[in-house]
């Protein structure tokens, strides 16, 4: 009927003006601009400079989409908002809380991020999501209003470990992204795109103790507005004996996520220092 035209020309206008302001900051954030040049150029050596330039800008114009589209979808109804979604491969993350002992769910700076942890906590259950503060308190408030608005709740970085030890031990699931580039003790390096990455060690270390499973999930845009999520198989944990299986494990968890990348490079954050140490 009309009123479903009318959505989808509005839905059409957010998709089309987030875009506009993520080329809007390709074109004149020229230091955001020069880093993702800088690591697409280390990540993707072989492709063409003009291909390079055209992975940038789109991925410039899905930040801004990401940021509208987040905008719009915090105001529709639960009902609305899966209706709007279709999953793969919930059945892994049902039969991973069955297990009784929490689940870590990683991804990254990708796709649509927040839409996954939104919409997680209406099909599944609600969950614990990892983050950062944002420097703006205005916009840290707004941001932390739209990811708890299902249920979910915010775990900031200071004291998590003992927090997401209690979700954990509680059997209910914690969504970590793993591809901030970490400056503290538990930084350790992983190859990611072949060259080291300061990484998140908390992860792997949370589910060697644990025994939660390690589920990767990612949210890739449909064609028409609409958002697939889907859940991977677990990360299967190092053997035992593993001299070395923090890292082991971290490096496993960290080539998923450079798979879906490379699958789809415009849908991730290629404008944050990722390799700070070896690119500053």
């Excluded at 707004?142 to 979700?167: A, C, F, H, P, W």
């Excluded at 031990?169 to 390096?189: K, N, Y």
């Excluded at 589920?215 to 001299?243: K, Q």
């Amino acid at each position: 009927g009309d009123a479903g035209r009318t959505a989808d020309v509005a839905d059409a206008l957010v998709r089309a003006s987030g875009r506009t302001l993520g080329l809007g900051f390709y074109i004149f954030d020229r230091a955001h601009r020069r880093i993702a040049e800088r690591n697409l150029a280390a990540a993707f050596p072989i492709r063409p400079a003009a291909e390079r330039r055209m992975i940038a800008r789109r991925a410039f114009a899905h930040i801004g989409r990401l940021l509208m589209e987040l905008l719009k979808f915090s105001t529709l109804s639960p009902a609305a908002m899966l209706a709007r979604v279709e999953v793969a491969g919930e059945e892994r993350a049902r039969s991973a809380y069955a297990q009784g002992k929490g689940v870590l769910f990683i991804t990254g700076h990708f796709g649509f991020w927040e839409i996954h942890a939104i919409v997680h906590a209406l099909r599944v259950e609600p969950i614990g999501v990892l983050a950062r503060a944002l420097d703006n308190p205005a916009l840290n408030r707004l941001l932390e209003d739209i990811r708890q608005q299902t249920g979910n709740s915010v775990i900031y970085r200071k004291g998590t470990i003992r927090r997401v030890m209690r979700v954990l031990q509680e059997g209910h699931g914690v969504a970590v992204l793993i591809d901030q580039h970490i400056q503290t003790r538990d930084a350790i390096a992983v190859d990611f795109f072949q060259r080291p990455a300061a990484t998140t060690a908390a992860v792997a270390a949370l589910a060697l103790r644990t025994g939660a499973p390690v589920v990767p999930v990612f949210a890739l845009p449909l064609e028409d507005g609409r958002y697939r999520i889907i859940y991977e198989h677990p990360v299967a944990p190092p053997p035992a004996d593993s001299e070395d299986a923090v890292r082991e494990l971290t490096q496993r968890c960290t080539d998923v996520l450079e798979m879906y990348v490379r699958r789809n490079p415009e849908l991730w954050l290629w404008m944050h220092r990722r390799w700070r140490d070896a690119a500053s």
